[in-house]
């Protein structure tokens, strides 16, 4: 057997880094060696507070109790069930208990790994419904502009972030994407939902008339779209979607992987925006972000449409090795059970009028040209260094990790996502750490 793995040095050479700027990283590595609750530690041994949830995932804190206790029962308990044609207990429990704090129209659930097979999984959902119920003529997804959707090929299809987008082809065909809805002419500043732009789901019905409504399967939007920079929904918009899509018996699939689980103060923002979807997409907060685990939530119609032919067949060609794995059951039940004791979606409600003041106290100060927020997310978009975006908010971030607060930026937007335990002093102390290093950047 070759030694080689014993001779290859132990540096930071091997790992091509996701989403990373991989060379700048390893120059000057942001290493985090442990987490607890609301802060991680630095390897330099430095207390970081998460402004970000991790990545928009670690809802209730870091190493929660009931999470790692769960987890460890699992793994020495039953580690792995075949997901095909086998079943274990946790599954079928935690898919119950995620039905009971759905949009009340959701009566199933099927379980990924991500966020990114969430969306392939909902897509090929609708896509397959259609065609079950003997309308497969209806092939078209409908996406938006600077939607994010994850990394495979239908979601970078039906998204709308050019760089995610331009290195790889030709995409799925048939798809089409409605307008982004951000107006920072008219809406800059706004607190919650804007007033400006709901009109533009009527974008919508100009495509179904463009394609015909009989060649659309779907419609796929984020309730908040987060990656791209938090744009909120303006008022009426959402409905609108869901009227148009009504109308002409096209499918709406909400992707709440960063809005699920609490984020806006209930346990969905279909919840929050009063809107039901036919399918929604989760994933992140589903396990606290501890282990990797998506959840697909389906209508009684679609999953009973599938439920025909002879019962020996399998009625849906699809689905994963680590569909429902006993440890992301475990991890995902203990997560539930959190938010529940601890009420940490109410929590999230009632802290967001504070947060959104806190957020909105940054107006002024240098370089920001809006402040969005809904829930607890926060967005504070910056003018941009001319000529060399993404420069600004990226110096904004370093700087904020070097004084020990983790905040995220896109684009020349910085994203603030926080565990859904953060305390008023804690938002303080984000918002001044953002405030300090906007007055330090060039
Ligand atoms: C709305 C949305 N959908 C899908 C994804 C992809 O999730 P994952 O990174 O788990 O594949 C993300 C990730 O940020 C997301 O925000």
Same mark, same amino acid.
């Given at each position: ?133 003997? !309308? ?275 684009? !020349? ?30």
């Amino acid at each position: 057997m070759s030694n080689r793995l014993n001779t290859t040095p132990n540096d930071l050479r091997a790992f091509w880094m996701p989403f990373t700027a991989n060379r700048q990283f390893k120059q000057n590595p942001r290493m985090m060696v442990a987490a607890k609750d609301m802060h991680f530690s630095a390897a330099d041994g430095r207390q970081v507070l998460d402004g970000t949830a991790g990545l928009w995932c670690v809802n209730a804190g870091h190493c929660r109790p009931l999470i790692t206790e769960a987890i460890r029962q699992q793994v020495g308990e039953l580690d792995y069930a075949p997901a095909f044609q086998m079943g274990h207990p946790k599954a079928f429990e935690l898919a119950n208990r995620l039905i009971d704090i759905a949009p009340d129209n959701m009566a199933n659930v099927l379980f990924t790994n991500s966020g990114s097979e969430s969306v392939e999984t909902a897509l090929k959902v609708a896509l397959a419904y259609h065609r079950v119920k003997g !309308d497969g003529s209806r092939t078209r997804l409908i996406g938006r502009e600077r939607g994010y959707h994850g990394v495979n090929f239908g979601g970078i299809s039906v998204g709308g972030i050019v760089a995610n987008r331009k290195m790889f082809g030709t995409l799925l065909t048939g798809v089409d994407h409605m307008p982004h809805t951000h107006l920072p002419e008219q809406n800059a500043f706004t607190r919650g939902e804007p007033e400006h732009g709901g009109d533009l789901a009527d974008e919508l019905q100009r495509i179904v008339t463009l394609h015909d409504p009989s060649t659309i399967a779907a419609v796929i939007v984020e309730p908040v779209a987060g990656s791209t920079g938090v744009l909120v929904p303006p008022k009426g918009y959402l409905k609108r979607l869901r009227e148009i899509c009504t109308q002409h018996g096209i499918l709406l699939i909400f992707d709440e992987v960063i809005t699920g689980y609490g984020r806006l103060g209930s346990a969905f923002a279909s919840q929050h925006f009063d809107v039901k979807p036919d399918i929604i997409v989760t994933a992140k907060g589903l396990t606290n972000g501890v282990i990797p685990m998506g959840a697909v939530f389906v209508t009684q119609e679609i999953h009973d449409a599938f439920m025909q032919g002879p019962e020996h067949m399998i009625e849906f060609f699809h689905g994963y090795t680590y569909s429902g794995n006993p440890i992301a059951c475990a991890a995902a039940l203990g997560t539930l059970e959190t938010y529940k004791q601890e009420g940490l979606f109410e929590r999230a409600a009632e802290l967001a009028p504070y947060w959104e003041d806190a957020l909105h106290s940054l107006k002024g100060e240098p370089h920001v040209i809006d402040i969005r927020n809904i829930g607890l997310v926060g967005a504070i978009e910056l003018q941009g260094v001319a000529g060399e975006p993404t420069k600004r908010a990226f110096a904004c971030f370093v700087r904020a990790w070097e004084k020990g607060c983790l905040i995220r930026t896109t684009g !020349d937007i910085i994203a603030l996502s926080p565990p859904l335990i953060i305390s008023k002093s804690q938002i303080d102390e984000l918002i001044d750490c953002v405030r300090t290093v906007l007055n330090e950047v060039a």
